[in-house]
């Protein structure tokens, strides 16, 4: 797979939306109807009227999906204000001054409380400094212990959420988050069709969660090249799917896996938090 590592270590994310708006990626768009439901859903439940919901992001990287999440934004709208002649124009330190102002006027009245997690420092910092994030952390959980900031500020997660970079994650993520909650957790991870998540569910159901993946799939991005698109439809097929359709039509796609209490499950069925196709 191309590797975008540069894109994450810019002081903003303008060379984010540059880099990726050609290849239409559009996976932070798959969730974020997908993740209000989820918050809604949540607040309504006897656990959460005592505090808001709190949403963990894990691979948050600028903070795009708590944008889209607590905000009257589209993904279509942040590609179009990124990469305006504007926005272009702009020193970092004037861009953040005025994207305080764009997500201040746009702030929905039922916003979440949401932090972040991403090893990438500068996106972290960026998305703290905005007002996208209550509490970012630059840290990279598979590779370090938590710090005790860390845990202080997840212990009340009730949704985890991932668009992106579930192929980086193991175990070890989720078990340290779902160890320090106080309350029970939901995951919903879009996970492409290349990596395999088994291990990561089998983690979940330890610690009595119910995973389950809905039937269809979801445009993550356009391939960057014909390697990069024989290398999907290979794995995608070794892992006993068909790319018919799908990878082979240009795009990596990605599956909703979303991971519950038994009874949460049962109560609201997966089809009535999905975006409507």
């Known amino acids: ?15 984010y939306f540059r880099a990726l708006g050609p290849l239409e990626y559009q ?8 993740f209000r439901r989820a918050v809604a859903a949540l607040t309504r439940t006897a656990r959460a009227a005592e505090r808001p919901v709190t949403v963990l992001d894990i691979c948050c990287s600028y903070g795009i999906n708590a944008a889209l999440l607590n905000h009257e934004v589209t993904l279509e ?4 204000h990124y990469t305006s002649p504007q926005a272009t124009a702009l020193t970092t330190a004037e861009l953040i001054e005025w994207d305080r102002s764009y997500y201040a ?17 500068n ?7 905005v007002g996208l994030l209550e509490r970012g952390f630059a840290e990279n959980l598979e590779t370090a212990p938590p710090s005790a900031s860390l845990l202080r500020a997840a212990r009340h997660t009730r949704l985890i959420t991932i668009t992106g970079g579930a192929v980086f994650l193991s175990p070890r993520t989720f078990q340290t988050i779902l160890t320090c909650a106080q ?25 009595g969660l119910v995973t389950e993946a809905t039937p269809h799939t979801f445009r993550q991005r356009r391939f960057t090249d014909a390697d990069e698109q024989r290398y999907a439809v290979q794995a995608v097929t070794a892992a006993g799917d068909d790319p018919y359709g799908k990878e082979t039509d240009g795009y990596f796609h990605t599956m909703l896996h979303l991971s519950r209490p038994s009874e949460d499950a049962t109560a609201l069925p997966l089809t009535d938090l999905m975006p409507r196709l």
């Open 1 to 15: 797979m191309a590797a975008f590592d540069d894109i994450y270590v810019q002081p903003d994310p303008r060379a």
């Open 105 to 121: 006027a746009r702030r929905r009245h039922d916003a979440a409380r949401v932090i972040g997690l991403d090893p990438a420092t």
């Open 123 to 129: 996106a972290i910092s960026y998305a703290c400094e």
């Open 183 to 207: 309350d029970p957790v939901w995951v919903a991870a879009f996970v492409l069709r290349t990596t395999s998540y088994k291990s990561i569910a089998a983690c979940l159901a330890s610690n």
């Open 27 to 34: 996976a932070p768009h798959h969730g974020q109807s997908v």
């Open 77 to 80: 709208d942040l590609y179009a």
